[in-house]
């Protein structure tokens, strides 16, 4: 299976501030790459597809970036509502696999 | 609007099966797969499985393959998840979602709401 590595697992930031979370796998899986938010007793939402498309309704100052192993999800100016869970997902295999998360939380 | 709902919470003893339905509605059944992924209290996403609702075909965790088993009824738009041979560490919130397309390989974008399932004797 591919393993997906988040970093960091938490991270601690203000209102306003630019924040990126990175996400490392295991061997290439070219730009099959999502992002997801959680905010605590929810699901999951979709924020990012294929590594840079954002999913409709998302606001813009989340982007993503990144390809092959590597990966970057970036929130250009933190809202209160950002406070959350955030995990990558790799689907370059029919075998899904999930980082383990990032929890932004407030400084 | 496109959506999928999950049945509601379920207490099993250590030993026994649960199964979890999640029906969908506001698009095709049949043009999308369904899978299930599940997260443990205060631990990360875990992947079970994909069923297509086309054709039934299925892929499983190696880690589940024996114990867990997925199917759809194209008649009611419903997929079903059951677990077999229940233990302690597989309480948790388990949640069907649909990849962007027909096959397992996709981003989810539409999830179901949840079903906590606890193992306690």
């Known amino acids: 299976d591919i393993q997906m590595t988040q970093s960091p697992s938490t991270l601690s930031a203000s209102v306003g501030d630019r924040v990126t979370i990175t996400c490392r796998a295991s061997?290439?899986?070219?730009?099959?790459l999502a992002w997801y938010q959680q905010k605590p007793g929810k699901a999951p939402k979709l924020l990012i597809y294929k590594a840079s498309s954002l999913e409709s309704g998302v606001p813009s100052r989340f982007s993503g970036s990144g390809s092959g192993t590597e990966f970057t999800l970036t929130i250009s100016s933190l809202q209160p509502d950002d406070f959350a869970t955030y995990y990558c997902q790799q689907y370059n295999s029919y075998l899904i696999t999930f980082g383990q998360g990032t929890r932004l939380e407030i400084k | 609007q496109v959506q999928l709902v999950q049945s509601g919470a379920e207490v099993k003893k250590p030993g026994a099966s649960v199964k979890v339905s999640c029906k969908a509605s506001?698009?095709?059944?049949?043009?999308?797969?369904i899978s299930w992924v599940r997260q443990a209290p205060g631990q990360g996403l875990e992947w079970m499985g994909w069923?297509?609702?086309?054709?039934?075909?299925?892929n499983y965790a190696q880690k589940l393959q024996g114990r867990v088993t997925m199917t759809t009824d194209t008649s009611t738009s419903t997929a079903y998840m059951e677990l077999r041979s229940l233990r302690s560490d597989d309480t948790a919130v388990y949640y069907c979602?649909?990849?962007?397309?027909?096959?397992?390989?996709?981003?989810?974008?539409?999830w179901g709401q949840g079903t906590m399932v606890t193992v306690s004797s």
């Open positions: 506001g698009y095709t059944f049949t043009s999308y797969g």
């Open positions: 069923i297509s609702a086309y054709n039934g075909n299925t």
């Open positions: 979602a649909r990849p962007q397309g027909p096959y397992a390989e996709g981003a989810f974008d539409i």
């Open positions: 061997q290439s899986i070219s730009s099959w």
